[in-house]
């Protein structure tokens, strides 16, 4: 079963978390152990996960699974596209990259997924240039009336590049193509970064998406370094995010971190679970009524 809370938010978790061997199954019971309330699906640029957009019946198996644990798949980490960007000047890799995203919309509605969340980049092994762009537009707008037809909502991760790294910049492609079904969906760790290389404040920059934030990666990082960092030994200010993302409507938000195989995962994801339950749980507080709510974020 899921764990409820009296905060009125969600709390998921990010499927790499878990080791690559256990069945997705598995990942949505180990989940709900921890104390996570979804689990994020991984669609990344390797040939196995890629795999999971050709799924037919498996995904009459997975709704199954998701109605027997009690812990739905509410979103999907489109990472493909590193492979296979959306602005690739390679006529092939920008059609691939189309595929793919074709899929993953197809997918997401067979599973009853309401995000996906899509990567930041125009490109990402290649440089970017003003053709990357041009291109990436071209392909935005079409993967949004993809989107759009299946109800789906797409949403920019903020990334550790410099095209998409901040909420500010996202919103430029959203207003570009003003949809429903184009929003953001920042990641703490990298918007903390980007704060420090342009001398801002990642809640400044959170605040920007006002009305466009779909749901929170919380990641922790460091300066220069933006994964795999536990939390609390980086330098993301949790609980001004939280506060912030939550004034500004978010109520989905996902631990985002990674499976170490010589830890004892399990007792990374109940520990993690508790960090994070117990930073919404005290942002959520001060959405009380009665508590002054004016001022900065």
Known sequence: MTNQNAHGYKLGLYEKSMPG??????KLEEAGKAGFDYLELSIDESGEKLGRLEWKGETAALRHDMEKTGVP????CLSGHRRFPLGDPDPAVSGRSLEIMEGAVSLASRLGVRIIQIAGYDVYYKESSEDTRRIFAVNLERSVEMAAREGIMLAFETMETPFIDTVEKAMYWIRRFPSPYL???PDTGN?????????????????????H??????????????REVPYGEGHVDFAALAKTALRLGVRLFTGEFWYNEGGDWRKVLRKNSKFLRGVLDAAAETLKPGLDMTGPP
Not at 73 to 76: E, G, K, W
Request: no cysteine; proline share 2%; glycine share 10%.
């Open 21 to 26: 061997s256990l069945s997705i199954a598995g």
């Open 73 to 76: 798949i509410l979103s999907i």
């Open 183 to 185: 929003q953001a969906y």
């Open 191 to 211: 918007i903390t970064n980007a704060a420090l290389i342009y001398g801002s404040r990642a809640e400044e920059d959170l605040a920007k998406g006002a009305g």
């Open 213 to 226: 934030l779909a749901a929170l990666h919380l990641k922790e990082s460091k300066p220069g370094i933006y």
